[in-house]
């Protein structure tokens, strides 16, 4: 039987609260359209005990991102295990639940929202973005990336992002084609770049010796070589 007795919560877990109501809220709407009155509401305290926790809407506004940043971060994270274009087409399923779930919260996230152009918010981005190129390359097995093979994986995980900035302004293509599409984008640049520099001819080969005929490597072979015919 409840007493109707509310918990009283130490500073740091209604902080915490604060951040995941207002992450929840952002999911949803952008953040501009989100006030601080509906984040009260919606954590059950007042506006002003709001303001005791955040000095504003622009702090928990950051908050909430830095939360979401490290949880974006982590969807690249991948056991080394088995065939590299099944590893990256689950690193881009669970990258694209984050971009469908907290759609208005990612666009806000890449764009800058309301705190455009701020340190901080740049800050979360290019750490989003590094933990990504960090787990690639575990992925890969390559502690000293060539200068090409950092240039391909950074052009792809921009591809990624401005796909999926796209893809939420009306979801026009279907998104299990496009994690599929990425894995290729992901092959397609390392081969180009493989034509270039023998390096990346080791890299490539590399990404191809366990790949099996259903994988998605050799999908998009079969697909290119059935425009030829």
């Not at 991102?65 to 949880?71: C, G, I, T």
């Not at 989003?128 to 502690?143: C, E, K, M, S, W």
Request: charged share 25%; proline share 5%; glycine share 8%.
């Amino acid at each position: 039987m409840t007493t109707g007795v509310r918990r009283r919560m130490g500073v740091e877990e209604r902080r915490q609260q604060l951040i995941g109501v207002a992450l929840e809220l952002f999911s949803r709407r952008s953040p501009d359209d989100v006030s601080i009155d509906e984040i009260a509401s919606a954590a059950g305290i007042s506006r002003p005990l709001v303001y005791h926790y955040f000095p504003g809407k622009l702090s928990l506004y950051e908050a909430a991102l830095k939360r979401a940043a490290e949880d974006l971060a982590g969807r690249f994270a991948e056991p080394r295990e088995g065939p590299l274009g099944a590893r990256l087409l689950r690193v881009m399923r669970r990258y694209f639940d984050f971009v469908d779930a907290h759609g208005p919260g990612f666009s806000a996230l890449m764009r800058g929202g309301p705190a455009a152009g701020s340190s901080a918010t740049n800050a979360l981005v290019d750490s989003v973005r590094q933990a990504a190129y960090d787990q690639i390359l575990i992925h890969l097995g390559v502690t000293e990336p060539p200068a090409r093979l950092e240039l391909v994986i950074r052009s792809w995980i921009s591809l990624a992002e401005s796909t999926a900035l796209i893809w939420l302004d009306g979801r026009r293509i279907p998104r299990a084609e496009l994690e599929v599409q990425l894995v290729h984008d992901f092959a397609a640049l390392a081969a180009v770049s493989a034509a270039y520099d023998e390096e990346m001819s080791a890299v490539l080969r590399g990404m191809l010796k366990e790949e099996p005929a259903d994988g998605p490597f050799s999908d998009l072979v079969t697909r290119l070589i059935a425009l030829g015919t």
